[in-house]
C-alpha cells in the first residue's frame, strides 16, 4: 500500500517546508509516501494536472472543508483498513488557492476534511502530514500522539 499526497503549489516558505518534511520522513519510516507538487492553473489545466498524477486504481480523496472529519483515531483507523489490504494506493488531492476543482472533487472517491477551517493548500498539506505521522504512531502504541 502506498500513500500519494497530490497538491496544488509550492511550499516556498523555509521553516513549514521544513516541518513537512521532518513528518513525512517519520511517517515513510513505517509507511510509503510519494509527494507529488502541480503548478497552478485555470481549472481545467489543474483537473488534468491531478488526473495525470493519481497512480492507476488509487482510492481518491479529496481534502475539502465539507469532507467527512474523524478523530485523529478515527483517521489512523481509516488509513488501516487500506493498509491491511496490502495492495493499491490512497491519493490525497490539495487544491491551491481556488481549491479542488468541482470536477476533479466529484471524481474523488470521498472527500475528507481537516478542519472545518479553510486552510491555506500549504498548512492543509502539513496538517496532513503530521497526521499520516501520528496515524503511524497510533498504529504502534508509542506515546506520541497522546
Known amino acids: 500500500m502506498r500513500v500519494t499526497v497530490v497538491a496544488v503549489g509550492r511550499v ?18 513505517h509507511l510509503p ?12 489545466v489543474v483537473t488534468a494536472a491531478l488526473a495525470r498524477a493519481i497512480p492507476p486504481s488509487s482510492h481518491v480523496v479529496a481534502l475539502e472543508v465539507g469532507g467527512k472529519q474523524h478523530t485523529s ?34 471524481a474523488a472517491n470521498e472527500a475528507l476534511s481537516l478542519s472545518t477551517m479553510t486552510l491555506p493548500h500549504r498548512l492543509a498539506r502539513l496538517v496532513l502530514a503530521e497526521q499520516l505521522y501520528r496515524a503511524t504512531a497510533i498504529w504502534r502504541g508509542e506515546p506520541y500522539p497522546r
Open 33 to 44: 509516501i510519494d509527494e507529488v507538487e502541480l503548478k497552478d492553473g485555470p481549472p481545467a
Open 73 to 106: 483515531e478515527g483517521f489512523a483507523a481509516w488509513l488501516a483498513r487500506w493498509v491491511a489490504t496490502g495492495k493499491g494506493s490512497v491519493t490525497f488531492l490539495i487544491g491551491g488557492a481556488e481549491g479542488i476543482p468541482p470536477e476533479a472533487s466529484r
Open 12 to 29: 516556498k516558505e523555509r521553516g513549514v517546508r521544513e516541518a513537512l518534511d521532518e513528518y513525512l520522513a517519520r511517517a515513510r519510516r
